[in-house]
Each structure stands twice: as structure tokens, then as C-alpha cells.
């Protein structure tokens, strides 16, 4: 009986442990979402970085928790990989997210501006990314400049005034009305660049509004100024192709690149001719990487 009993014991499987998470894995879980919280840091130039880089991809514990950290932060995780970081974005409740109305008092005095705010961020995500094959491409580098982006709106603009006047619509709608149909004649009326008495371009010009946008994604790790030709250039990065690819499906991106406006890849634009589709609504507040308030 003693032997049965030996025997029957021995060959009892044994219920694997799982591993305890330590405070140290929390602290490492943590450094990661800190270091994609840096956006303009590579992680080939960070040793630390490329190695919790590495734990993530090699430790599903290590990644859930990193996930976990990042979910509590509000944060969404784009994807994790050594091109993009730990690249993340904020969710619309997040401490994190970045507002088109604060984003626009922060660069105009001028509260009316938000909409131009707003369109020029749009319209460098277009001009960055024109075809669905670009988004989808890793490889795909898209290269804008801020006289390019400028002169895309403006085509957009007429291409809009022609579409109105052919079906006989109102031409000269209220300016704070959604919808490019309004937009077209703000931003065509607004000085494309203007000067200051020292040369300096207006803030509130066109091309000084696309400007503060290219500054602004710069310095959030999504474009790499690359010279000041054509009132500067600007070439994008793997973060950025994440967060248009995240938000390509809106109303608004839709509607601009439907209006037949393709740009080449110098970072300058062409006009062809549209074919006719649907009116989409394009609200105040719209623009990336942003959110528009949240409504009842």
C-alpha cells in the first residue's frame, strides 16, 4: 500500500507558480511608458530603452504589465517596436490629451483662428500621408514643407469655391459654420504670410499658422525639421505615421482628400480634377493629433 501511495504521489503533476510581479517589474514597466512619453528619444540611443524594448517583446508578463501601466495613464499603445519606442497615444480622458481649443490659445489671441489651427493640422497629415498605401507602408517617409502645406489648403480652397458656385450654393457662408465649405473662404481670405517690421513671418498668416504646427509636431517626436527651403521642410516619423494611420477614418481627413488635391512628394501640391461624393461634416475642433471636446 505504502509503495501505491509513493507512487500515486510521485506522479502527481505539480501546479506551476506563476511568477509573482515585483515592484521591480512595475518600476521597469513604468521606465518603458516613461521613455514613450519622450517622443523625440530613438531607442537605438538609449541602451536602457532598446533593453526593456527587448523584455516586452520577449516577456508576455513584462508587456501586459507595461500595457496595464500604460492603460491607467490613459494611454493607448500604438505599437511597441524598435522603430517606433513604446509609441503611445493619449485616449480623449487622459491627463495626456492634447485639445485643439487649448492648442489654439496657446499660439493665437484670437479665438476664431482655432478652426485654421485645426485645418493646418489636418491638412499636414494629408499632404504627409495622401494614399492609404503610404499608412501602411513602415518604410513610407512623407516629406511636407510649410509653403506646400499652405499652398494644398489653398488649392483645396478654390477646388471648394468652384464646387459651390457649380451647385449654386451659397458662397460666402458664415465663418464659424462646420464644414470646409466655410473654411475654404477664411483661409483663402487670410494673408498666406505677412511680416513683422524685423521680417519675421505673422503668427497669424497661413503659412505662420502651419508653421506653429509644424513647431508643434516637431517638438511631439512626429516630424524632423530637415531645412528651412520652402519656409521649412520637414520629413515625418515612424510615431507619426502610427497616429494618422490611428485616425485616418475621420469624417474630416476624408472630405480633404476627396476634394482632389494630390500632393507629390516634394512636399508641394497638385490639383485634379474630384470626382463627386457626399458632403462630409468637418466640426470646429477637428485636427491631429487632437480631440474634439466631448458632447452630450
Given amino acids: 500500500m505504502s509503495e501505491h501511495v509513493e507512487w500515486s504521489e510521485a506522479e502527481t503533476p505539480a501546479t506551476p507558480a506563476t511568477p509573482a510581479v515585483t515592484p521591480a517589474d512595475a518600476a521597469d514597466a513604468a521606465r518603458l511608458v516613461a521613455f514613450g512619453l519622450q517622443p523625440k528619444l530613438q531607442p537605438a540611443r538609449d ?56 492648442y489654439a490659445r496657446r499660439t493665437a489671441a484670437d479665438s476664431a483662428d482655432r478652426f485654421l489651427h485645426g485645418l493646418a493640422h489636418l491638412a499636414v497629415a494629408a499632404l504627409a500621408f495622401p ?33 459651390a458656385e457649380e451647385q449654386g450654393e451659397n458662397t460666402d457662408p458664415a465663418t464659424d459654420a462646420p464644414g470646409l465649405e466655410a ?19 505673422l503668427a497669424g498668416s497661413t503659412t505662420g499658422i502651419v508653421g506653429k504646427a509644424a513647431v508643434f509636431l516637431t517638438d511631439s517626436g512626429f516630424l524632423q525639421r530637415t531645412g528651412d527651403d520652402h519656409g521649412g521642410t520637414y520629413r515625418t516619423t515612424a510615431r507619426y505615421q502610427l497616429q494618422v494611420r490611428d485616425m485616418a477614418g475621420s469624417a474630416a481627413m476624408a472630405e480633404l482628400l476627396e ?23 468637418l466640426v470646429a475642433d477637428a485636427g491631429l493629433p487632437f480631440h474634439a471636446p466631448s458632447h452630450p
Wanted: charged fraction near 30%; hydrophobic fraction near 45%.
Fill in 131 to 163: 494614399r492609404p498605401e503610404d499608412l501602411a507602408d513602415d518604410s513610407y517617409i512623407g516629406r511636407v514643407t510649410v509653403n506646400g502645406v499652405d499652398a494644398f489648403v489653398r488649392q483645396a480652397c478654390r477646388r471648394l469655391e468652384e464646387r
Fill in 47 to 102: 541602451q536602457e530603452y532598446t533593453e526593456l524594448l527587448r523584455r516586452y517583446r520577449d516577456d508576455p508578463a513584462f508587456a501586459r504589465l507595461a500595457d496595464a501601466v500604460a492603460a491607467g495613464l490613459g494611454l493607448v499603445v500604438l505599437e511597441v517596436s524598435p522603430r517606433a519606442g513604446m509609441a503611445v497615444t493619449a485616449a480623449e480622458d487622459s491627463v495626456f490629451a492634447v485639445r485643439m481649443g487649448d
Fill in 183 to 201: 473654411a475654404w473662404r477664411i483661409w483663402a481670405r487670410r494673408s498666406a504670410a505677412g511680416a513683422t517690421k524685423d521680417a519675421r513671418r
Fill in 259 to 281: 476634394l482632389g488635391v494630390v500632393p507629390v512628394t516634394d512636399g508641394t501640391a497638385g490639383l485634379l480634377p474630384a470626382e463627386d461624393t457626399d458632403d462630409l461634416d
